[in-house]
């Protein structure tokens, strides 16, 4: 549901809000509100998703009757992946290459009736079901097909470009290209959704995997069935960690939902901002992913029943990796536009090795951020204008990523610490606790890079695994508390195993949830 909600009133409605003007709002806000409007996004096409400015879709205006005929040329111009578009939707904004007199003018949004209001699919409009997923089957996915479709000129969302009804274009965007940034632009609030959406899964699947660790009992020091296996090293380590990133994922995502509300509205911090939602969506995905797969693996046999709600975890991560942007492209994007604007980090390069010191660790991020970039920086340079396309692409893929992903974890390590500085008092000492967590889990997991960059001594990053064991320790007496701080209710998490799971199997339940 919050996967169709977020493509009515983001994509579908924001859009119409967004692009369209008085004429579009009168008729449709309303019924979008109300879901009396139930809409869809078409930009996906067969043939092109991540490289959607060469879709082949067209809206070719007719002035003799002053409507545009919306066509699907090939099968690879398809609209592909439409989320409610194979039940639910009476309306789509298909996105197409507009032509007017046989002139290009790139891409630009048209709204076109797809079904009536009996939703009977309209005439010249083919509408197929995606097909069985391996997850997520409860969201209504196409592919729609049109065979010239026409549509009244008032239908072009005209908000930056408009054609009147002699044929002559006009519009306040002067490229191509950046037309087709604007009219996909809401795509950049559906990044910062999905993350959400990753978020709440995280941390619906820690809650019932750590809840069920803490009630779960097994042999203990005495050969008894005494001992919850949230104690053993074992689990704290597979789990905590994750519950540390988590935490440290929502800071960030907090603060990128400020940057992109309150932007100045000349746009000048615009591109800082689609970069930060581009890295912060794909760490929120992967979280998901490495917290989803985690919690099923230390639930046991409890976490293979569908009933206990990770396995709809798992498949949420798959989508969220993939939807609105696949997760490693989106990083391509942000390593780029972080090049282009990149100044090198002040850093402390006198500072102590000491992994119990929040600052020194984070000094490292900054120091790996700058490394990266320059490294980046210096082979692209070395590569020339004809060799960078071969560089970026096919040698110097694994840099591109790691230096993103270092950009991105080092902005969550800032937003961290300044999270806590402006904490109630009560809530520092945990919270410092945590973040200490978070940046020993990242250190662990780019120990070779730090090691052998010579960023980090050999002698130091010997100690790391041995610091983040005992930073767990510290925080697991209060890790259902720090559950609980995520305020999801039983009847959301609706897992057994997180609840009363010995009563619930007192009687046969059929693995379903009573």
């Not at 309209?122 to 996915?141: C, F």
């Not at 306040?172 to 990753?198: H, P, W, Y």
């Not at 800071?251 to 591109?271: I, M």
């Not at 967590?437 to 010579?454: A, C």
């Amino acid at each position: 549901m919050a996967t169709k909600m977020t493509v009515q009133f983001n994509l579908f409605g924001g859009t119409v809000l967004k692009l369209g003007t008085k004429r579009h709002h009168d008729k449709l806000l309303a019924g979008i509100d109300t879901l009396e409007d139930i809409g869809c996004f078409g930009l996906t096409e067969l043939g092109y998703g991540n490289n959607a400015i060469e879709m082949e879709t067209t809206a070719t205006y007719d002035k003799s009757t002053q409507e545009f005929i919306i066509n699907t040329p090939t099968t690879l111009a398809q609209k592909y992946w439409i989320t409610n578009g194979a039940i639910h939707a009476k309306h789509i904004v298909v996105f197409a290459q507009l032509y007017v007199d046989g002139k290009h003018y790139g891409i630009h949004g048209v709204l076109v009736r797809i079904r009536d209001d009996n939703m009977k699919v309209m005439p010249g409009v083919r509408v197929e079901d995606m097909g069985y997923k391996i997850g997520l089957n409860g969201v209504d996915n196409a592919k729609l097909f049109f065979d010239n479709v026409r549509v009244p000129r008032e239908n072009l969302l005209n908000r930056y470009s408009d054609v009147a009804e002699d044929g002559s274009f006009t519009t306040s965007i002067e490229s191509n290209r950046k037309r087709f940034l604007t009219v996909a632009d809401q795509l950049l609030s559906g990044r910062i959704c999905i993350a959400s959406m990753s978020q709440g899964g995280s941390k619906t699947a820690l809650t019932i995997a750590l809840r069920y660790a803490a009630t779960r009992l097994t042999v203990g020091p005495k050969g008894q069935s005494d001992t919850p296996i949230l104690n053993y090293q074992l689990q704290q380590r597979a789990l905590l960690p994750l519950l540390a990133t988590t935490y440290a994922i929502n800071f960030g995502l907090d603060y990128v939902k400020d940057r992109w509300a309150f932007q100045n509205e000349d746009g000048s911090e615009h591109q800082e901002v689609v970069t930060m939602c581009c890295a912060i969506k794909t760490l929120a995905g992967w979280n998901l992913h490495d917290v989803a797969s985690t919690a099923r693996e230390r639930c046991g046999g409890q976490g293979f029943l569908a009933c206990n709600g990770l396995g709809i975890a798992i498949a949420s991560a798959h989508a969220s990796m993939t939807a609105e942007g696949d997760n490693c492209v989106l990083m391509q994007k942000v390593a780029q536009e972080r090049l282009m604007a990149f100044t090198t980090l002040p850093v402390d390069d006198e500072k102590k090795e000491d992994l119990s010191d929040v600052t020194y660790l984070h000094n490292l991020l900054k120091k790996r951020e700058n490394t990266m970039f320059m490294t980046l920086g210096m082979k692209l340079m070395a590569a020339g204008k004809d060799g960078r396309f071969d560089t970026w692409m096919y040698k110097e893929s694994d840099l591109v990523q790691g230096a993103a992903r270092a950009y991105g974890e080092r902005l969550v390590s800032e937003r961290f610490a300044e999270t806590i500085s402006a904490a109630d008092a009560s809530c520092q000492d945990i919270l410092q606790q945590i973040y200490h967590l978070y940046l020993l889990t990242v250190m662990e997991r780019n120990l070779g890079w730090f090691v052998t960059s010579g960023t980090m001594s050999v002698d130091t990053g010997a100690k790391v695994n041995a610091a983040a064991a005992d930073a767990c320790r510290v925080i697991a007496p209060q890790t259902l508390n720090l559950c609980e701080a995520f305020a999801i209710t039983d009847s959301m998490l609706s897992a057994p195993i997180a609840r009363d799971w010995v009563e619930y199997n007192v009687r046969d339940n059929q693995g379903e949830v009573i």
